[in-house]
């Protein structure tokens, strides 16, 4: 059974950091694409950033040059820095995980920015 487990999210003041964590367990493969969903109040689930296999990362737009997403060397942990955060970026933010055409997310973690 696949597990995905967020960690780090929190509140901060505009224009801090944070940075999120993610573990997936439960297979013994690396998962082809990892990568991190944001959801808003009343909005839809939206693509933050994304790893697939060795190619270079892609970010949405509204976050590119602050946050950064790194992957560990041969294991399934996944790592958001989120720098120079604005009040737009609040929202609930999930790990996904792809392998083999399956899809996991964890529960996701909050990440709150206030003025």
């Known amino acids: 059974q696949v597990q995905v487990v967020e960690s780090g999210g929190g509140s901060v003041q505009a224009g801090g950091s944070l940075r999120l964590s993610c573990a997936a367990s439960?297979?013994?493969?690396?998962?082809?694409?990892m990568g991190w969903y944001r959801q808003a109040p009343g909005k839809q689930r939206e693509l933050v950033a994304q790893?697939?296999?060795?190619?270079?990362?892609i970010y949405a737009d509204s976050v590119k040059g602050r946050f950064t997403i790194s992957r560990d060397n041969g294991k399934n942990t996944l790592t958001l820095q989120m720098n120079n955060l604005k009040q737009e970026d609040t929202a609930l933010y999930y790990c996904?995980?792809?392998?083999?055409?399956?899809?996991?997310w964890g529960q996701g973690t909050q990440v709150t920015v206030s003025s």
């Open positions: 439960g297979t013994p493969w690396l998962f082809n694409i």
């Open positions: 996904y995980c792809n392998i083999l055409a399956s899809d996991y």
């Open positions: 790893i697939t296999g060795r190619s270079d990362p």
